[in-house]
Nanobody, 115 residues
Framework: QVQLVESGGGLVQAGGSLSLSCVAS????????MGWYRQAPGKQRELVAI???????NYADSVKGRFTISRDNINNTVYLLMNSLKPEDTAVYSC?????????WGQGTQVTVSS
């Protein structure tokens, strides 16, 4: 099993920045994908950004150019730097891990962007 512990998030004004981090522990496969999804009230969960252990990334169109995902494979940590935040970025952000051994989700952290 893999456990994910997130940190970061909070309240910020539109145009501001926030960063999230997520540390994975447990039975980590060397080849894996880690990243972030989000779910806003009344909406389905959606992909924000993911990154494989060899550095391949995928971003939602809505965050391209504003958000940056990065990883520290030695410490099994994934980061999300969020710039130029908009009110529509308000959501619960959840860390995600996937590998040949299975998937895992973090508990989620709230990001609120005020206008």
């Amino acid at each position: 099993q893999v456990q994910l512990v997130e940190s970061g998030g909070g309240l910020v004004q539109a145009g501001g920045s926030l960063s999230l981090s997520c540390v994975a522990s447990g039975s980590i496969f060397r080849r894996n994908t880690m990243g972030w999804y989000r779910q806003a009230p009344g909406k389905q969960r959606e992909l924000v950004a993911i990154m494989t252990s060899i550095g391949i990334t995928n971003y939602a169109d809505s965050v391209k150019g504003r958000f940056t995902i990065s990883r520290d494979n030695i410490n099994n940590t994934v980061y999300l730097l969020m710039n130029s935040l908009k009110p529509e970025d308000t959501a619960v952000y959840s860390c995600y891990y996937a590998s040949g051994g299975g998937n895992a989700w973090g508990q989620g952290t709230q990001v609120t962007v005020s206008s």
